[in-house]
């Protein structure tokens, strides 16, 4: 936790101090170890980052008073379109993606996602949103993003994809792909990352037709949790 | 695992005739389900690739004609010094830098690096190796990295690391340094990362004495299993 997300109901109604409990209060009890007077980095969900300036500590609460002046880090111009992975890959990819920036997020199904997947608890608003809110904390940044999650592949190439992808360059990571990594992408970018063994040919074939370009980072397959980042890095 | 890893010892005297049992036996049963007949792709340890003609399969055995015809790809030229992670964490990042293609992997102490890490069984041999192993099964690579632990920073930095760095470009990841990421690194590259929460600058310092270069990829913190990636594609 590299930052204190704070929330509008954290707030002393009308005023800019804060009371905490909970995980983040034993963050700053139990890692940063904080007393009065001392200064924590915090940031308002959806809003500017800044300073908290302890007030008061105690086992059960923390009172801060707080200064937002600052800009979150400027978003990834990424739209990630992912193969559901299995759970606990889901998760840790989810923070991975929040850390790094990217702001929209569309779970697909694809032919080699398990069905089981898409029954996961970690698909529930609650959970999806925690790793999200990790990923801010790590990351320092303020801004949640959006995940959507689409259980049907072909609806959602054919008729949601054509208008997600207007004004983005829309590409598909897939390991057998002719194409190297693009050397510049200007503006934005729609990425698609297939499941663990790939898209099958009918689903690169169905995002070709939709405009996407397959693209590869070498003859290396990687698990989705390098890939993730391995790929967004390009746009870094 | 996208290439099943053979080992000289798998191979019946003086044959190109291969049994496989255990964990990689498993795996053919129940996840590639193969019939006498079909080709799985192997690959020799610290040799080439090819493919693997099933000739007898029970729940106890496999048999396999092999024909080890191709060169594994290309290992990513840069030296990974890695400020030793949680124990958790070390598995995945060293699965990580296996798949990616790096052969030669520093563990290193830092200020940060909590002492009781040095005693995990995961820096045992036998627990290494095999997440090196699952890191070229899952890249379709052969050639094993080596893994060296540099429990003391100061006589690596000082002692040692002048030798390592010959040749190559050193660099330091780190969030705060000024210089963005370097637009193109010609040849072989030394590449520091620090422990969760940063090298101190005593240790920063130490590093641009020996002639490293502290680079960030932007001011968003990553976490190590994020940011190793993040950083290795940059050679990709």
Redesign the interface.
């Known amino acids: 936790m590299?930052l204190i997300l704070l929330h509008k109901d954290d707030f002393i109604g009308g005023t800019k101090r804060v009371t905490l409990h909970g995980r983040r209060l034993q963050h700053v009890l139990t890692v940063l170890r904080a007393k009065p007077g001392d200064e924590l980095a915090v940031g308002l969900s959806d809003g500017l980052l800044g300073r908290g300036r302890v007030t008061m500590i105690s086992e059960d609460e923390l009172e801060m008073e707080t200064t937002l002046d600052k800009e979150p880090?400027a978003p990834l111009p990424v739209t990630l379109l992912l193969a559901l992975p299995r759970p606990k890959v889901l998760r840790?990819v989810l923070?991975?993606a929040s850390?790094?920036?990217v702001k929209k997020i569309f779970l697909m199904n694809a032919f080699r996602v398990e069905k089981s997947f898409w029954k996961s608890p970690f698909l529930g608003e609650a959970s999806l949103r925690q790793q999200l809110v990790l990923g801010l904390e790590?990351?320092?940044?303020t801004v949640m993003p959006d995940v959507h999650l689409r259980p049907l592949f072909k609806p959602f190439v054919e008729d949601e994809l054509p208008g997600l992808i207007r004004g983005t360059t829309p590409l598909a990571a897939h390991p057998d792909a002719e194409n190297g990594?693009p050397e510049k992408t200007a503006g934005p970018v729609t990425l698609a990352i297939g499941p663990e063994g790939g898209f099958i040919p009918y689903e690169t074939d169905k995002l070709r037709d939709c405009g996407f370009r397959t693209v590869s980072?070498?003859?290396?397959?990687?698990?989705v949790?390098?890939?993730?980042?391995?790929?967004?890095?390009?746009f870094?």
Chains 1, 2 share one sequence.
């Open positions: 590299n880090p840790r923070l991975t850390s790094m920036g790590q990351a320092g940044d990594w980072l070498g003859k290396r397959i990687l698990r949790e390098a890939a993730l980042p391995a790929l967004l890095s390009k870094f």
